[in-house]
């Protein structure tokens, strides 16, 4: 029966051989966009609760608190875009090299087109792809991080607590949120009740890549990327005019926002990067 132990040795090697190698093999090769946008990313739970930010009384511990909580839910939905461009990529260089792509990746693209809102030309495929990666792409973390302190009051909103709505979603539909109590008479509008605060996120910057009133911000972020530069928030912040009826007031308070946390920012993204595993 030694034999059988050798046999088994030597089909773990090759296994153990194998597998690095296959599983470094082309994404669009291999996997479908649900294993594409879950590998190796991090297991973040599901978080229905926002944490009572209104007994720190110590500004920068506040602030601290209120990031550390954040950034590794929007870390997480930015790894999830990340992986979805990087699929569109993929994609788009193959057919440019006139290489066939599998019908199941072709379903996989159009199934992404549509959640992004963009119609597929088969006769201009070029343009299909540029408006698409134009939305399919991430928002800088501090942007996020900021605009969430500004819209939920560093969390303490009625809005964040009760309907876990970090970014002041609006709703159209009766009883879909949380009415405004300063809502003006002929408005029927709701702020958005979500079931975690990842939804919330995650809707958020659905709605940054693919609402008409930011394609500005999109515009801009094309732009950086096409010059090889960094996505920088302050950059972006040009495009959020029509996030709030207070326009360019709005913008600038958010520049000064960006400006003053920013370090805080980077120091706890740092330390969420460092902690991660290898």
Same mark, same amino acid.
């Given at each position: 029966?030694? *034999? ?13 051989? *194998?597998?690095? !190698? !296959? ?9 479908? !966009? =649900? =294993? ?29 608190? /209120? @990031? ?15 992986? $979805? ?12 090299? +006139?290489?066939?792509?599998?019908? #199941? ?24 792809? #540029? ?10 973390? =501090? ?10 009051? *560093?969390?303490?909103? %009625? /809005? ?6 970090? @970014?002041?979603? *609006? ?5 879909? +949120?949380?009415?405004?109590?300063? %809502? ?5 509008? $709701?702020?958005? #009740? ?15 890549? =693919?609402?008409?009133?930011? /394609? ?11 010059? +090889? ?16 009826? %207070? ?32």
């Amino acid at each position: 029966m030694r *034999w059988l132990g050798w046999l088994l040795a030597l089909i773990l090697v090759v296994v153990a051989a *194998w597998l690095p !190698t !296959t599983m470094h093999r082309s994404e669009l090769e291999l996997m479908d !966009t =649900t =294993t594409l946008v879950s590998l190796e990313l991090p297991k973040i739970p599901m978080v229905t609760e926002v944490p009572d930010f209104s007994v720190y009384m110590d500004v920068n511990e506040k602030k601290k608190a /209120f @990031f550390g909580f954040l950034a590794p839910l929007v870390q997480l939905e930015n790894s999830i875009i990340e992986r $979805e461009r990087n699929f569109v990529l993929a994609v788009q260089e193959k057919l440019r090299r +006139g290489q066939s792509v599998p019908s #199941k990746q072709m379903k996989q693209l159009h199934a992404l087109a549509k959640r992004y809102q963009v119609d597929l030309d088969s006769d201009n495929m070029e343009e299909s792809f #540029k408006v698409l990666l134009r939305r399919v792409d991430v928002v800088p973390e =501090t942007l996020v991080l900021v605009q969430a302190a500004n819209e939920s009051g *560093w969390g303490t909103s %009625r /809005f964040a607590r009760e309907g876990l709505n970090l @970014f002041g979603q *609006w709703c159209f539909s009766n009883g879909c +949120g949380l009415v405004p109590d300063a %809502r003006r008479d002929g408005m029927n509008h $709701e702020v958005r #009740k979500f079931p975690s605060v990842n939804a919330s996120v995650r809707s958020y910057l659905r709605n940054i890549n =693919t609402h008409p009133a930011y /394609f500005e911000l999109r515009r801009l972020r094309e732009a950086k990327r096409a010059s +090889g530069a960094d996505l920088r928030a302050i950059d972006l912040t040009p495009g959020l005019l029509s996030y709030s009826e %207070r326009g360019e007031d709005y913008v600038h308070e958010l520049n000064a926002m960006i400006r003053v946390n920013r370090p805080i920012i980077v120091d706890m993204l740092q330390a969420n990067s460092d902690s991660a595993p290898e």
